[in-house]
């Protein structure tokens, strides 16, 4: 039976070992069998494989074949590995270690033996009523049980029932802040997860966690205690042009940059750009924000990405999606496969600093499959295989052994996703054409 991603047999399965002890262990599995149950069976023999039942925690991802099976497949799956909790989220596609299925049924999962880990199950049903973005803050808070041992909360939400631009900045602003060593103000824990895109109207997406299945809200769980989940967040952008000051603005609509029409300023900015870049701009051209107006110069990573809705000519107004004041900095970014590739290997680089993860959470937004980069689970494959061990090859041929290293890629599950939520700088956002991921780490203990 083929493993091989860029051509996944009907029945392939897709398993891998995070490591055993007393510890974090997790273990992943894909499957494409077109029986729900017999799916959700298998791909849960084979995270068992490498942790040990009950899972503490499985998260999962169906396709949208099997959004009206997710009773069934939550029923298999706790028959199998009996999860103390258990979230399932329908998608548009889904990835498993090497592969994505974008097409037909899928299933992956992600099983986690989290000892000495709290776990806290939550939902949001949006019926906040009217409140101050402060008490909204401190509900949301209570909600998702964030404390000053939280290392994470794994959020998804249905697009269509709730309102992100009051959600997100009170997910940002319900953790708990703390002076680091050099005295700056930090916050504890970080929010990361997606938006189920299952469903192209509304009631088309399913959630599930913990008996619980519903078709609107938000689901999620926060994990507390000895657990480090450290946050990749890969925009996938450029910048290129010139940083302009925001002079006048109105709500999502940048008016003037400089003192002169928005359009025209951004105009006067591209002028200088390269050819091939030129024709980049017809796909891929986008507004950056910059977070932190401090800074001296700003680079990649400097920036909040948001897609340009729109312009008038007549009056040189450019609308974004975001809300836009006066003093703001923007600068045009460049949005294509290379630059995503980049931006994405530069963020896994600086991981391999520190100890392999246990494994990985991947939410990718829908237009980051293989239609963009032309080749299968870009993203899965990227973030797994960043911590493999470098092939000796001379040495393995002078001692006679097989030159076709085994796959020692970390265990991964992920879909791709409505929208992505995830960290840029000190704050939560929700992002477009950007890869969010999650590593599980063991958190170092040291003896004093």
């Known amino acids: 039976m083929s493993n091989d991603a860029s051509n996944p047999d009907p029945d392939s399965k897709l398993d891998h070992e995070s490591g055993t002890g007393s510890g974090i262990s997790i273990g992943s599995g894909l499957s494409t069998i077109a029986d729900p149950v017999s799916a959700a069976l298998d791909a849960s023999e084979r995270t068992k494989q490498f942790i040990h039942s009950p899972a503490d925690l499985v998260i999962g991802f169906v396709t949208a074949s099997y959004a009206q099976r997710v009773g069934m497949i939550a029923d298999a799956i706790r028959n199998s590995l009996a999860p103390k909790h258990l979230l399932l989220v329908s998608a548009a596609g889904i990835m498993g270690n090497d592969t994505e299925i974008i097409e037909g049924p899928g299933i992956s999962l992600l099983a986690m033996n989290l000892p000495r880990v709290d776990l806290h199950p939550y939902t949001l049903d949006a019926t906040w009523g009217p409140m101050d973005p402060a008490e909204r803050a401190s509900k949301i808070s209570e909600t998702i049980g964030a404390n000053d041992q939280m290392s994470a909360s794994i959020f998804f939400a249905d697009p269509f029932s709730v309102p992100l631009v009051n959600l997100v ?3 940002s602003a319900c953790r708990d802040e703390y002076a680091d060593p050099s005295g700056s103000t930090q ?10 895109s299952g469903g192209i109207v509304p009631g088309g997406n399913t959630l599930f966690i913990d008996g619980k299945i519903s078709n609107h809200g938000a689901m999620g769980i926060t994990l507390s205690g000895d657990i480090q989940v450290d946050t990749i967040v890969s925009q996938g952008c450029r910048p290129i042009g010139q940083p302009m000051v925001v002079t006048k603005a109105r709500g999502n609509l940048i008016l ?3 003192g002169k029409p928005a359009i025209d300023a951004i105009r006067e900015s591209l002028q200088g750009i390269n050819e091939t870049d030129r024709e980049l701009l017809e796909d891929g051209l986008f507004i950056g924000r910059v977070i932190n107006e401090h800074k001296s110069r700003f680079g990649r990573g400097d920036f909040l990405i948001r897609n340009i809705l729109g312009g008038d000519e007549e009056s040189g107004a450019l609308a974004i999606a975001d809300l836009v004041s006066a003093g703001q900095t923007i600068q045009p970014h460049l949005h294509d496969a ?4 980049e931006d994405l290997s530069l963020l896994m680089d600086v991981q391999q600093l520190y100890d392999r993860p246990k494994g990985a959470l991947v939410v990718s937004c829908t237009g980051r499959t293989q239609e963009f980069f032309e080749q299968p689970a870009h993203d899965a494959r990227l973030i797994r295989h960043a911590f493999d061990l470098p092939i000796e090859g001379p040495k393995l041929a002078k001692a006679g052994k097989e030159l076709n290293a085994p796959d020692t890629g970390i265990p991964l599950a992920g879909f791709f996703a409505a929208g992505e939520i995830g ?17 599980f780490r063991e958190v170092d203990h040291v003896d004093l």
């Open 169 to 171: 900045p009170a997910l």
């Open 187 to 196: 916050r504890i824990g970080t929010i990361l997860g997606g938006m189920a």
């Open 256 to 258: 003037e940059l400089g």
């Open 338 to 341: 290379q630059t995503a590739d």
């Open 423 to 439: 960290p840029v700088g000190n704050e939560i956002f929700q992002h477009g054409h950007t890869a969010v991921a999650a590593l």
